[in-house]
């Protein structure tokens, strides 16, 4: 599991997984904090599913921060495994782990901003 495009894809699953703590609790937090409470309620009817989703919050984002956690543990495993030595395959291999850094730092980042809102912006502000 030490190619590049292994890392690529453990890394967009993270991100998605960080998209989703960002959909079900920073953005009901952030929509209330700015007033748009019709927005959310919008949102909750069009997705009722985000309400068992941040009933749940802490296992969510217990299981995304593991496996964000899991990621990251397999990109430094893989920091030093050798491209190949074709030299096009060789450019797509640095190409994919840039990619699969900037997608894992961005799922990093995701996951960061829910987790302020989820938790940490509720003690502050309310």
Known sequence: MSNPSNQTWLSTL???TSAGTLVCCALP???VTLG???ALAGLVSTAPWL???SKYK???FGLS???ILFAGFMRWKARNA???IDAKQAVACGRL???SGWIYWASVAIWAIGFFFAFIAVEIFY
């Open 14 to 16: 993270s991100l998605f």
């Open 58 to 60: 802490a296992w969510t």
């Open 65 to 67: 921060g593991a496996m």
């Open 51 to 53: 309400i068992a989703l």
């Open 97 to 99: 782990r840039k990619v």
């Open 29 to 31: 937090v952030l929509f």
């Open 36 to 38: 748009a409470g019709a």
């Open 82 to 84: 050798p491209c190949p």
